[in-house]
């Protein structure tokens, strides 16, 4: 079964709009953690942000946020007045502390931001 | 530029033959995690030293091996190369090994098996 489901694997945006990509996530495991990838087609994996299943409130890094919905086992990264430069493939990753602290990552999103 | 380096950028080889990766973590980090990137398998994790000891093992083969040494490089051999071993390599690094820890990664190795 997928552990990490990233349901979208393309959308396109207007420039300025805000986006929200969606990931849902599977453990039974107490303590996992939940991160957000972005590749821009240059190919680096840059970081974007961090949820820890503990953490009361949802991250935010600038114009990244992470709308973290524990009972529904969703984290979809938001992110606010898009820019042409967001364009790129997205990854949600999780990683399972308690069973073998493994790393599992999405399918992906590939986001394309209209001018 | 994140401060992971990894050589080679690109590497191409034929099957049954066996290469090593390197990566230098940022200065201070004590963890490295390997990743490989394939078409058609996605981004897979495939382990992860601190410290010089391994600390997470994911869908590594036993074809593949890593270390972490003494002045915190790593490298990964990848041996028996075979078509489907062609992939993006990405090394990453954080300063922890806690789960919250931000990665960054290098820009990775492109190998191309022949």
């Known amino acids: 079964a997928q552990k990490i489901t990233q349901t979208q694997p393309g959308m396109f945006v207007q420039e300025k709009e805000a986006v929200t990509l969606d990931c849902t996530y599977d453990t039974s495991d107490p303590s996992y953690g939940l991160f957000w990838y972005k590749q821009p087609s240059s190919g680096e994996m840059i970081f974007l942000i961090y949820?820890?299943?503990?953490?009361?409130q949802n991250a935010t890094e600038g114009r990244y946020s992470l709308n973290f919905q524990k009972a529904r086992k969703s984290a979809n990264l938001v992110i606010s007045a898009s820019q042409l430069g967001d364009s790129a493939m997205y990854f949600c990753a999780m990683r399972e502390s308690v069973r073998d602290d493994k790393i599992i990552f999405g399918k992906g999103t590939r986001l394309h931001i209209l001018p | 530029d994140s401060g992971v380096t990894q050589t080679p950028k690109h590497l191409i080889t034929a099957t049954g033959q066996r290469v090593t990766l390197r990566c230098s973590p940022r200065s201070g980090d004590l963890s490295v995690y390997w990743y490989q990137q394939s078409l058609d398998q996605g981004l897979q994790f495939l382990i992860q030293y601190y410290n010089g000891e391994e600390r997470a093992k994911g869908n590594i083969l036993e074809r593949f091996s890593a270390q972490q040494f003494p002045d915190l490089h790593s490298e990964l051999n990848l041996s028996s190369l075979e078509l489907g071993d062609s992939a993006l390599y990405f090394c990453a690094s954080s300063i922890r090994d806690s789960q919250g820890s931000e990665q960054f990664f290098g820009p990775g190795t492109r190998l191309t098996v022949l």
């Open positions: 949820q820890g299943s503990y953490d009361q």
